[in-house]
Nanobody, 124 residues
């Protein structure tokens, strides 16, 4: 089956760090663009960061520049989201989504595969 599975969500104190993982099965991520989305309680799902098929990054939220990094591990067919200096506003369910080659923007439209989401809570 073709699917994405996120993992790594946790309760983290403000200022802490965490790495989320997105594992693909049934297809290769090498020729895909992958976007991490966040959905905070009561809010719309919003794009955070995308990596395209050339491993070029696009940040959709300025507040995450310098704190969040997306990367691809082709050998393991996985992508990661490294998060540093976390604050409560980063709290939400994080999803990874894939589409062919190019990043399409911050909205959820146009993605072929979605994971189930993983919860990040930043709180003291």
């Amino acid at each position: 089956q073709l699917q994405l599975v996120e993992s790594g969500g946790a309760l983290v104190q403000p200022g802490g760090s965490l790495r989320l993982s997105c594992a693909a099965s049934g297809f290769s991520l090498d020729y895909h663009a992958i976007t991490w989305f966040r959905q905070a309680p009561g809010k719309e799902r919003e794009g955070v960061l995308c990596i395209n098929g050339n491993d070029e990054d696009t940040y959709y939220k300025d507040s995450m520049k310098g704190r969040f990094t997306i990367s691809r591990d082709s050998a393991r067919n996985m992508i990661y989201l490294e998060m540093n200096s976390l604050s409560p506003e980063d709290t939400g369910v994080y999803y990874c989504a894939a589409r062919y080659y190019y990043c399409s923007g911050p909205g959820p439209e146009g993605y072929d595969f979605w994971g189930q989401g993983t919860q990040l809570t930043v709180s003291s």
